[in-house]
């Protein structure tokens, strides 16, 4: 039997962050990998869809700048560089790098098998620690007929090679606001059926309404406060019924309705842990979840993000090599990549109430408030909104629905993170003409 200093199992974004860290620090690593090393993310999820979004992105945003006609869109050269940038969902070259780097790579599905031993396949590995990065599936829900229908998870969704002429998202969150947005400017008709009364129901109310509005704009039909309740097979697609007996037929129904963590089934009571219902493994502050045993990534059912996962990993690493090392999460951004980018960190004003926190919010509108908007785009769009702490005079919470907001919600971010008082970000100055103004305008309104 093998020994190594850790072994990781999982190497999407967050196994490999923490065996990367772990193997530049001199440890004897072995991963292991059932799939592709890289994980959803590369090339089943945040890379092909960035990259799906990014043609019709520049599309649109070419009809909204005065002075540029409407390129077109290739399909066949956006579907190429799509299939390049997700490898081929080949990882023979980053199984090779890791070898040649150090580590041995086990391709087949781990399981624990006592304190400080894995088994993959026939193969059977000690380490003194034992990282978990399995990531997370989608949740398939409970609809009569589904079964009976074409239906596409992220993975079809985010491959696919023809575009259907119709689609049905089931799901208003990231995932089918994206592939919503994707489908739809390519061409298909889309339909999104959301269960909570409004999109993107984890943030602030009015992040969901320009959600809607924009989701509109592209000729989206948004079924809010409904679920899908039958699906039955019908002339070259489907009927699918929303519990308002709404019907809506669709070629394929796409899954955005959440993901599960992948925690269950993995021996881990052998280790004296244990998964939550949800199949989450609970973790400390600095990963552990239990003696030897670390967890990182969306199996930890903290945040389900790249960036968070990547955190994560680095932090565990970090406390294995003897680096002690708290993670926090007050700072971390959450973006959805629709068009215009809707993004938001730290605590909503319901999150804020619930801890008690006396608050103070504003919203902006950008068009009305700084000049970039309007160099940016004939029709300028985008709201601003900020929600800060009284007591401690500092920011808690930011969105932004607007252009490029990935981009600036970051000062946002850091300002949470480091508790910037409202003083030093009041005397900030950004570069004109840049949406990153539109803090100020915003700070100046919420002093008032
Ligand atoms: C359509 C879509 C778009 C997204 N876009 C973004 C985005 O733009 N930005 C963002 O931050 N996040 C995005 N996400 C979320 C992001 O993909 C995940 O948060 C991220 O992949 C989590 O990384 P991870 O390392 O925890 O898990 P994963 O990437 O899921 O990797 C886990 C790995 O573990 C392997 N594994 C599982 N069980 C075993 C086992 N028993 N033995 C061996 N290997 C095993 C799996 O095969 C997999 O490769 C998106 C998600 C979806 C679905």
Known sequence: ??????????????????????????????????????????????????????????????????????????????????????????????????????????????????????????????????????????????????????????????????????????????????LGTFYARMGAQTTIVQRGERLIDREDPGVGELAARALQADGITIHTGRTVARAQPAAGGAVITLDDGTKVETDVVIIGAGRRPNGAGLGLDAMGVQPDQRGAIPVDQHCQAGNGVWAVGDVTGVSLFTHVAMYQGRVAADNILGRQRAASYDGIPRVVFADPEIAAVGLTTEQARQRGIATAATEVGLADSIARPWTYERDPRGALGLLADRDRQVLVGAWAVVPLASEWIHQAALAIRARIPLDVLLDQVAQFPTYTEAYLTALEQLAR
């Open 1 to 178: 039997m093998e020994r190594f200093d850790v072994i990781v199992i999982g190497m999407g974004p967050g196994g490999e962050a923490a065996a990367g860290r772990l193997q530049d620090a001199g440890r004897r690593v072995a991963v292991i990998e059932r799939e592709l090393i890289g994980g959803e993310c590369a090339y089943w999820a945040c890379i092909p869809s960035k990259t799906l979004l990014r043609g019709p992105e520049a599309r649109a945003a070419a009809g909204r700048a005065a002075g540029v006609s409407t390129p077109a869109l290739d399909w066949p050269g956006l579907r190429d560089y799509r299939d390049y940038m997700i490898r081929h969902l080949d990882d023979a070259a980053q199984v090779r790098g890791y070898e040649q780097a150090g580590a041995t790579v086990i391709k087949g599905a781990a399981r624990l098998a006592g304190r400080g031993r894995v088994e993959a396949g026939a193969e059977v590995l000690e380490a003194g620690h034992i990282v978990i990065a399995t990531g997370s599936e989608p949740v398939r829900p409970r609809v009569e007929g589904l079964d009976t229908v074409t239906v596409w998870t992220n993975r079809e969704a985010t491959t696919v090679r023809d575009i259907p002429a119709r689609v049905l998202l089931i799901g208003g969150s990231a995932v089918g606001t994206e």
